[in-house]
């Protein structure tokens, strides 16, 4: 059994938010790093980074973060270079925060540059968590049972998440 939780102009406006928001946290940067985890983290990430284009005249540059989430401890590997993001503000970016396994493993790999600010975004955060990591951006706060899936399905122009 699916039940919607987000539709896809649910989506849209929880996207806007978080935009708006990491432009007010970041004005004063000349460029962010917006770090998707790969498939729908960066599909997020892309969403994002159009919002910020329509608001903002940040330089904004998408970095994939690719993580084994079967094995979180494997290298985690990125589409751009280290001394890219270096001393630069960045925002990881997820779509579903679930144990935090995958964040915290995220957050752990950009922790060995210098940074600016660093920052995590997710669209939904389902408060069931293993480790002591937090959205400092989320469209939807939601708690759920522990047997209970969130999946976020990203297409052209219908997008949404369900709970199964």
Do not use: W
């Not at 729908?40 to 904004?60: C, R, T």
């Not at 401890?73 to 503000?89: C, E, F, L």
Request: charged residues 25%.
């Amino acid at each position: 059994m699916e039940n919607i939780i987000l539709t896809n102009e649910e989506i849209q406006h929880k996207t806007k938010r978080i935009a708006y928001q990491i432009y007010e946290t970041f004005v004063n940067e000349e460029e962010i790093i917006l770090a998707g985890i790969s498939n729908n983290g960066f599909i997020f990430a892309q969403k994002i980074q159009a919002e910020l284009a329509k608001i903002s005249d940040l330089k904004v540059t998408l970095c994939e973060v690719k993580i084994n989430k079967q094995n979180p401890q494997d290298i985690v590997t990125t589409s751009i270079s280290s001394q890219h993001y270096q001393n630069k503000a960045l925002v990881l970016i997820d779509d579903v925060l679930n144990s935090g396994t995958t964040l915290i493993y995220g957050v752990k790999h950009f922790l060995e540059v210098p940074l600016n600010k660093f920052k995590t975004a997710v669209l939904v955060d389902r408060n069931h968590k293993k480790y002591p990591v937090k959205a400092d951006f989320k469209g939807l706060s939601l708690s759920t049972s522990l047997h209970e899936h969130i999946q976020v399905v990203f297409e052209d122009d219908n997008s949404y998440a369900y709970l199964s």
